[in-house]
């Protein structure tokens, strides 16, 4: 006679698993702090709690931070939200390049949102917006001065997490 076993794991996503994801952004943007001398800990604050209330409902498909100069982007790091399973990945933030030149670069962000924000109604955004610590503008996605997006770190919590991709200069 043999004897089989199943065994079936769910895990929900939670506020603590998109504040681990996000903590580990805010990392990230305080290393360009250290570097750069921006963005400021107050801007830092409102970056991680408008991403974690984003990731907490699965709202996000990319968010880029970092240095804009005449529309193009001179350094930055770009989160694209993986989902759909377990994320084994959960790589420690960093490996920020320091030296880059930013002279007359602003510091920045672009969001896109992803369908499930536009399967909510014009009120239903309304709501949530009201609900984040700033409110965005509408705009065309930044180009890059010079380089190519580069695949590096992945972080994740609770079956969906965010790959990491920094801006390589030539």
């Known amino acids: 006679m043999s004897t089989s076993f199943s065994l079936t794991l769910t895990e929900s996503f939670t ?19 250290r570097f750069y001398g921006r963005p400021s800990n107050a ?14 409902q699965d709202y996000v498909h990319t968010v880029t931070y ?3 100069r005449n529309g193009n982007w001179v350094i930055a790091l770009r989160y694209r939200a993986r989902s ?14 320091p030296g880059e ?11 896109v949102y992803n369908s499930n924000w536009f399967s909510l109604t014009l009120q239903q955004q ?15 996605e ?9 695949d590096d ?9 965010l790959g990491r991709s920094t801006l390589r200069r030539w």
């Open 15 to 33: 506020i603590t698993h998109a504040r681990h994801i996000a903590s580990k952004v805010a990392t990230d943007l305080l290393r360009f702090q």
């Open 126 to 140: 309304e709501q949530f917006e009201a609900t984040l610590p700033f409110r965005r503008s509408t705009g065309q």
């Open 101 to 111: 030149d930013i002279t007359s670069a602003a510091f920045t962000s672009f969001l």
């Open 43 to 56: 801007a830092i604050d409102a970056y991680e709690k408008e991403l974690v209330a984003l990731l907490k």
């Open 66 to 68: 970092g240095f804009k």
């Open 84 to 97: 759909g399973g377990i994320l084994i990945v959960d790589d420690d933030p960093g490996k920020i390049r």
């Open 153 to 161: 770190l992945t972080y994740s919590a609770g079956g969906r997490g």
């Open 142 to 150: 930044p180009g890059i001065e010079n380089g190519w997006w580069a």
